[in-house]
């Protein structure tokens, strides 16, 4: 499946060889301390692992990506489940507290 940075790289004539691909960013930047590879991810998830591993760095990518926009989903059984609210405000508050930090 082609994402944004593809399409984004097909626009110059490129293409990345993707040797990955994982569901969390938490582990790929463990992983990246012991290759020589590069990790596209969202700059608060690359800051994270930057301040936590002196060996990490954060490279402009040399493509102009957009924002992204991160949205919660979830079924209609479980709108009113008091835990799973409680859930879904806690991210939204955490993800807004991030978005006015940058």
Do not use: Y
């Not at 990490?56 to 079924?75: A, F, K, S, T, Y």
Request: charged share 25%; with cysteine; proline share 5%.
């Amino acid at each position: 499946m082609k994402g944004l940075v593809d399409q984004k790289l097909a626009e110059l004539g490129r293409e990345r060889s993707i040797v990955a691909g994982l569901s969390s960013f938490i582990v790929p930047t463990r992983l990246l301390t012991a290759t020589r590879w590069l990790l596209t991810c969202l700059r608060s998830i690359a800051e994270q692992a930057t301040a936590l591993d002196d060996n990490l760095v954060i490279l402009e990518p040399p493509l102009d990506l957009p924002n992204v926009q991160v949205m919660q989903i979830w079924h209609e059984r479980t709108d009113a489940d008091p835990m799973r609210r409680w859930l879904r405000n806690t991210i939204q508050e955490v993800l807004q507290r991030v978005c006015r930090e940058h």
